[in-house]
């Protein structure tokens, strides 16, 4: 490259394989000797870009039987979207008249500063606040990659613009103007800069040493596309060097000079006034983003010249065609329907359509799997859906496939971070049930010790913790892990969970991070921070409460959750590329300048691939555009950028799902553009089916028989058992829920944190009235006493007790304007023997008539059996009790039970205060339904003795729901599995 004159510059064809073909054209200039390419050095992009080109070098001398090389120097010009800082090349120990970096953790806490000191009291909470400033942080970045300074923010053409924009624009604007004003002002005091800033600095102090006194060394960039004013600058002076060259990936030398024009006018203008960027300018084609680099560099098309090698990995030079083709502007893509057949030739690209994502997921690890059993084929899926890569690892584990995913997760997605994140989330929710037992049973807690024990305590107390969430205290669980015999666990929990739990409202950030961290070493000891999400997150937090304490930060305890995932968020945890050396997983950043024999392009739907254009929430696109800073649309054409440069490899298959977890799915605008340049005649020869096809195949199994309706028939022995008047509604209703609960024992769980059910308030409702009953106390007093016993949370007794206290007083009134009937038992457990089983129950209330008869009373929650249900037997509650009474279940009672009555404390328009009325089972008044009265307890006794004579005495099976008009419980549905033979039966 030394002999050529003016600037040198190059472009690998999509098809050639960028890396690849670099190094087969790199090594036979620069492999002269021993110690050749030693001299050489290389401007990548980024770190994975270093490890792509390495790759790249170890295969080529592979191949050539080579025993040991000595590898060209790399040097990174930085990533800002991987956050990645100038390799050490670029930042020189003797560029001493540019200060130094500002740290960007520093900043963003500062910034939230400025912004409560400018907002004043219209300062939002510090969750939100502090996710402002980041957007300031990210926009300041934006305007300063693009070499925009704050001053252009006051020119007459941003302050022209901001009075025909609307007023939240225009308060963001000047918000935004007014804390970087600021800001600039502390940077020059702390004599610091922005990375972004000091960045172009350093390109431009590499720029003019180089142009200044070239170096003796060859110096060629290759791959970089940013098209930042500073980096283009310098790969200008790169590309004039003596033995410097500038090697563009993908750059399309065939498209024709009208379609070239056509891209628009990229950057490129005449005057200083006109704007960079034009309405009409095709900022979401693959190349627009080469067009803006190399006007920017000053560099003509014509003169980018042809890389002379390809890489072992390369494909017929016919797929440029029609790559070029495919991405033709909109005037262009006219003459589709003129292109010859070697212009749209796509031979060795398939297009994959599947149902669902968990389907093209199993699909394409088919196709990895399909791909490796071919000695030495690469293969790589690129897809920036993390949900997908996530499921094509494991699926791939099927196999023992392990894939490294190069893009990593986020930290708040890894064990240790999302146990600091459960710690933060303790803390803000003052041990609610949920995040607590969800902390304690975290797989790292007590990972190197005796776990076994640990689980086993956590699961006991869990079991008593379960049901409505109790007041938000660590003092009131301690009964609960007494209840549960677990007191010596749970004061050492305690002991750990307290100083976090002391961290109050408005607290410094740093002591809530020293909190946290403390408690999740006490917890979970070195495991917490061995592995790689491990050392992640201590350097994340070191970081972050380094920062916090050099810029006091105070934050709200309910905020810290929010706080934390966002910044975690941002942090990504790369594997240690332990996985199979020829399956990679690449998102579009780190998919750049790679290349396989099998590239599976996955996730090709509008929103993924491309995604969905944000809008900078700080700036409006007018005044962006006006900056000359390239709107939400460019990162579409860098995405396209990606895609064209996959779609080089000799095999590609393009993969879509057609419905997502939100609903059915638009198909990428690229791969509607391959749909189309294909034609209907061709889409069949190029469509991916049999790997659909086995997916849809490999789990498939023979149909299931038809599950039979479960008809337990457990022994005599088993069947006499105790019955309580309640059970004795389910065992005619529903014998199978029967025999789940009294025979088996079983008993559903309440969930952590559940609503009330209507059996918890029903209980409650049952504990105040018999302690008001006996106390004679205000019910109000009584109430909250029980209340409070049961540990009800506060929202809870907020949202509910107002309800059941209305209710109650009608319950109280009502029992006060009794004429002629006074209570005579509350809350009685009594017993009777009916052909030697044992029928008990209690009664909620019984009253005594003038005339000695008794009166049997019911309290309900919710809405009281209907006539039928009692008519049918489903329902015999008060009929059993009142055949007690008249027994002498009950001490000190006797009498015959004349009445019967539902007390319900559910809403009535009747009710003075809203709530409570009183039904009848018995058929009286103008009642169309109900037993009537002298039939009551006969027709009671009757159900009883069947009963008993068909299941408790007898032989009849346990049918599940042998009456399905029978209004039951659900909660042996999954035990009968109801949903196999429910309206199967035949």
Not at 626 to 639: E, K, N, S
Request: with cysteine; proline share 7%; net charge negative.
């Amino acid at each position: 490259m030394g002999e050529r004159v003016g600037p040198k510059v190059y472009s690998i064809a999509a098809h050639r394989g960028f890396a690849d073909a670099l190094v087969a054209g790199l090594v036979p200039r620069y492999s002269d000797g021993d110690f050749g390419l030693a001299r050489l050095t290389l401007l990548l992009p980024s770190t994975r870009a270093v490890r792509t080109v390495t790759e790249a070098f170890i295969r080529h001398y592979g191949a050539e039987g080579e025993q040991g090389m000595l590898m060209p120097r790399t040097a990174v010009v930085g990533d800002l979207d991987l956050d990645e800082a100038l390799g050490s090349l670029l930042d020189p120990l003797g560029a001493t008249d540019i200060p130094v970096a500002i740290d960007p953790t520093h900043r963003w806490l500062r910034l939230a500063q400025l912004l409560s000191e400018e907002m004043g009291e219209d300062a939002p909470g510090s969750a939100t606040k502090l996710r402002l400033a980041k957007d300031i942080a990210v926009t300041m970045d934006r305007l300063l990659v693009e070499d925009v300074g704050p001053e252009k923010l006051l020119t007459e053409k941003i302050i022209n613009l901001d009075e025909d924009l609307s007023k939240h624009w225009q308060d963001s604007l000047r918000l935004f103007a007014r804390v970087q004003a600021r800001w600039l002002v502390e940077l020059e005091e702390l004599q610091a800069l922005d990375a972004a800033s000091r960045r172009n600095r350093l390109f431009d102090y590499a720029a003019r040493s180089w142009s200044e006194n070239p170096p003796e060394t060859p110096i060629v960039a290759v791959g970089v596309t940013s098209a930042s004013p500073a980096l283009a600058r310098l790969l200008k002076t790169v590309s004039q060097l003596p033995q410097g060259g500038v090697i563009l990936p993908d750059f399309d030398l065939s498209m024709d000079e009208p379609v070239w024009e056509e891209l628009g006018t990229a950057g490129d203008t005449e005057t200083a006034d006109d704007t960079p960027f034009q309405r009409g300018d095709a900022v979401t084609h693959p190349q627009y983003h080469l067009k803006l680099l190399l006007n920017r560099m000053g560099i003509a098309r014509g003169e980018v010249q042809p890389w002379h090698r390809k890489g072992m990995t390369a494909a017929s030079p016919d797929r440029t065609h029609a790559i070029s083709s495919l991405f033709l502007p909109p005037e262009a893509s006219k003459g589709w329907v003129d292109l010859p057949a070697d212009k749209r030739r796509l031979s060795g690209v398939r297009i994959m359509e599947t149902a669902n994502p968990e389907e093209e997921a199993q699909a394409i690890a088919l196709l990895v799997r399909e791909a490796i059993d071919e000695p030495e084929k690469r293969v790589a899926v690129v897809t920036p859906d993390r949900g997908l890569v996530r499921r094509v690892v494991q699926h791939l584990r099927r196999w023992h496939i392990e894939a490294d995913d190069s893009a990593g997760r986020p930290l708040s997605q890894t064990p240790a971070g999302r146990l600091f994140l459960l710690l933060a989330e303790v803390m803000a929710e003052r041990a609610a049930p949920v995040p607590l037992m969800a902390l304690l049973e975290h797989p790292l807690v007590h990972f190197d010790q005796d776990r076994g024990t640990w689980l086993t305590q956590a699961r006991a107390f869990e079991l008593k913790l379960r049901g409505p969430r109790p007041a938000a205290d660590l003092g009131e669980l301690t009964a609960k892990a007494e209840n549960a015999q677990v007191s010596d666990w749970w004061s050492e929990v305690e002991a750990i969970l307290s100083p976090m739990m002391e961290v109050r409202e408005g607290q410094r950030l740093a002591a809530a991070l020293s909190a946290l961290a403390k408690a999740g070493e006490q917890l979970c000891g070195d495991a917490l921070w061995s592995r790689e999400d491990g050392r992640a997150l201590a350097s994340f937090v070191e970081e972050l409460r380094l920062h916090a304490t050099d810029v006091p930060t105070h934050i709200d305890s309910a905020d810290l959750h929010t706080v934390l995932r966002d910044a975690m968020e941002a942090v990504a945890v790369r594997p240690s590329y332990g996985g199979h050396p020829r399956v990679a997983i690449y998102g579009l950043l780190e998919s750049r300048m790679s290349r396989a024999n099998l590239v599976i392009c996955a996730g090709l739907n509008e929103g993924s691939w491309p995604a969905s254009p944000t809008t900078d929430p700080l700036l409006a696109p007018p005044v962006l555009r006006a900056l000359g800073v390239p709107g939400a649309d460019f990162r579409i054409g860098l995405a396209a950028h990606d895609l064209a440069g996959a779609l080089g490899a000799p095999e590609v298959v393009l993969s879509r799902a057609q419905r997502d977890i939100s609903g059915p799915t638009i198909p990428s605008r690229f791969l509607l553009r391959v749909q189309a340049l294909l034609g209907a005649d061709l889409i069949g020869k190029h469509s991916e089916t049999d790997a659909v096809a086995l997916a849809q195949a490999l789990d498939h199994a023979e149909p299931a028989p038809l599950y039979p309706i479960p008809e337990p028939m457990p022994s005599a022995e088993q069947r006499k058992q105790r019955i309580s008047v309640t059970a004795l509604d389910r065992l005619r209703s529903d014998p199978y829920q029967f025999y789940a609960s009294s025979i088996l024992r079983l008993g559903e769980l309440d969930g952590l944190d559940a609503e009330p059910s209507a059996a918890w308030r029903g209980i409650a409702a049952h504990e105040i009235l018999e302690e008001w009953h006996k106390s004679q106390r205000p019910m109000t007093e009584v109430a909250g006493e029980v209340l409070q016993q049961m540990n009800a949370h506060p929202l809870m007794r907020a949202l509910w007790q107002p309800r059941l206290m209305k209710a109650l007083e009608w319950v109280e009134d009502a029992i006060a304007s009794m004429d002629g009937r006074k209570p005579a038992l509350f809350e009685e457990w009594g017993d009777m023997d009916i052909r030697g089983v044992s029928i008990f129950g209690k009664a909620d209330r019984i009253d005594v008539l003038e005339g000695g008869e008794l009166v049997i009373v019911d309290y309900k929650t919710g809405g009281p059996p209907t006539g039928k249900q009692v008519e049918k037997g489903f329902a015999l509650q008060l009929g059993t009790i009142g055949l007690m009474a008249e027994a002498g279940a009950f001490k000190n009672l006797t009498g015959s039970a004349t009445k019967f009555e539902y007390w319900s404390l559910a809403k009535s328009d009747k009710s003075d205060t809203g709530f409570g009325f009183v039904a009848t089972p018995i058929l009286e008044g103008s009642k169309r339904s109900g037993i009537p009265p002298e039939d009551f307890l006969p027709k009671a006794k009757e159900y009883l003795d069947d009963a008993l004579d068909r299941w408790i005495l007898g032989n009849e099976p346990f049918t599940a729901r042998l009456n399905p008009d029978a209004n039951v419980y659900s909660t042996f549905d999954q035990l009968m599995r109801l949903d196999e033979w429910m309206g199967r039966e035949a």
